[in-house]
């Protein structure tokens, strides 16, 4: 018999209130793991990773999707241009 531990999914919003008790309520981190039943080692990255978002040295992660939709879509604008400059250039040829 195994003793299979699910890794949990913690939401940004749970991060940010989880790291609040450290940074607004005075909490230790030992204390803040017991009251949201997470390690310390969670607590102490989630609290760097929120420190890097505020000061701009790390996105966040909707800011990561939305960079990512960005990539796509001036990929797709790019393709676009490329075959209206072929276009173009074969009309133009046609038109002598």
Known sequence: MTTEKKRRKFTPEFKKDAVALITEQGYSFAKAALAVDTSENN??????ELELEASGESLAADERAELKRLRRENKEL???????KKASAFFAKEMK
């Open 78 to 84: 790019r393709s676009e241009k490329e075959i209206l």
């Open 43 to 48: 607590l102490r990255r989630w609290k760097k």
